[in-house]
């Protein structure tokens, strides 16, 4: 399937932005171990957190996370202090991204975990049991979903956990987002440099209501920085958010786009001219590397990106994915290491009607769609990965005046 997308004369419109998944798949955890009998309201309705519902839902003790990478991580740690025998399972992709660092660091405090296929990935067969907990020791240079979902298991544990971090820790934000929900569920944990300490206690049901989505914020921010006089209303973002995302604010600004916070969320603006180069490292946004190297492209704005280390351990590898997927549109992507990204202003030919391929990853196709603004027109191949994350995109994008034939 492909969509091929037309831009509109003029971008101005309202949208209604979907939930966070972040922040719904951590609290559908926390909802479960305190017991609460609330419902979260505004749950992201994303495959990703469809996936932790279905799971909690479903009478079997076999769970298929999909793609979801999130769901797989914090489902493992959390069936692992579960009594019962669990498979969790997911898709061919799912299978071929590492859990081991997760998996080892749990059965070093008591968790009874099997490799179901090749050692160190899933699928995996988990004999849950109340954890003893202790003092572990985790690389805070792989997926910070790894501690996540440490983190939230630990006040279930006969001893708590104390968990050091070596090695910088990417994805910063995300590990304070999951602090921060555990402190909303009760739960007092110390976290000193790269030392986290919870102890054992209980964890206290509470009413949650989910946020916006920041993360689909950036690609109505993309937009907006390729379209002159264009004005975007977000609905559901809020000043102060816990979301490591939120921080586009401020990258944006860079780009040439203005935002206003009002009650009900944002209100976006194309107000200036781009910066001459772009320089960031994404170690603490890197869901946003894939928007940001798409829009400095579309704008003529060179770029390095540093700390972008953890995309090739996402849905795809999102950093050859970005530079075969670009060239097709004539920019020429370079590393410099595995941990940098940069574009110095290299052309080549585009291709005519370049068909840009998404790798089974929604971002790519969120990212890589407003090129129907400078290229007057760009065709999505699988379009329908966009339901990981944002499963109302295309709508939104026809609401707000783009023309998309399938």
Not at 74 to 91: C, H, N, P, R
Not at 139 to 147: A, E, M, N, R
Request: hydrophobic share 40%; charged share 25%; with cysteine.
């Amino acid at each position: 399937m492909q969509y091929k997308i037309y831009p509109p004369e003029k971008l101005k419109a309202t949208v209604e932005l979907p939930a966070s998944k972040s922040i719904s798949n951590r609290v559908l955890i926390l909802n479960a171990l305190s017991l609460n009998t609330n419902p979260v309201e505004n749950l992201s309705d994303c495959e990703d957190t469809q996936v932790i519902i279905d799971a909690f839902n479903s009478d079997s003790n076999v769970f298929d996370v999909k793609g979801a990478g999130t769901a797989m991580r914090f489902l493992t740690a959390f069936l692992a202090g579960m009594d019962g025998e669990w498979i969790v399972q997911g898709s061919k992709r799912m299978h071929e991204r590492p859990i081991f660092p997760l998996v080892d660091t749990l059965r070093t405090i008591g968790a009874d975990i099997e490799y179901l296929g090749n050692d160190g990935y899933p699928p995996l067969k988990i004999r849950g049991k109340r954890l003893k907990g202790g003092e572990v020791y985790v690389s805070g240079s792989v997926s910070s979903q790894f501690i996540s979902a440490l983190m939230m298991v630990a006040p279930t544990m006969e001893n708590g956990l104390i968990i050091n971090i070596r090695d910088e820790i990417i994805s910063k934000p995300y590990i304070n987002l999951t602090a921060k929900l555990m402190e909303e569920y009760g739960i007092h944990l110390k976290w000193e440099g790269n030392r986290i300490k919870i102890k054992p206690q209980a964890y206290k049901p509470v009413s949650f209501k989910v946020e916006s989505d920041w993360s689909a914020a950036s690609y109505w921010y993309e937009m907006v920085s390729l379209c002159p006089h264009s004005e975007i209303t977000l609905l559901g973002l809020q000043e102060g958010s816990y979301q490591g995302d939120a921080n586009l604010v401020n990258l944006f600004k860079d780009l040439g786009v203005s935002t206003e916070f009002v009650p009900n969320g944002v209100i976006i603006r194309k107000v200036g001219k781009p910066t001459r180069k772009f320089f960031h490292n994404f170690i603490y946004e890197p869901d946003l590397a894939q928007t940001f190297a798409a829009a400095c492209c579309f704008l003529h704005v060179p770029f390095i990106f540093s700390g972008v280390q953890s995309l090739r351990i996402k849905e795809t590898d999102r950093i050859e994915a970005l530079k075969t997927e670009l060239k097709k549109l004539g920019f020429v992507l370079s590393e410099t290491d595995s941990e940098m990204l940069e574009w110095d202003g290299e052309r080549c030919f585009a291709e005519e009607d370049a068909v840009i391929d998404t790798y089974d990853d929604h971002r790519m196709a969120m990212s890589l769609s407003p090129a129907a603004i400078p290229f007057k027109s760009v065709i999505i191949n699988d379009p329908q990965v966009v339901n990981k994350s944002y499963p109302n995109f295309w709508d939104d994008l026809k609401k707000a005046g783009f023309r998309i034939q399938s």
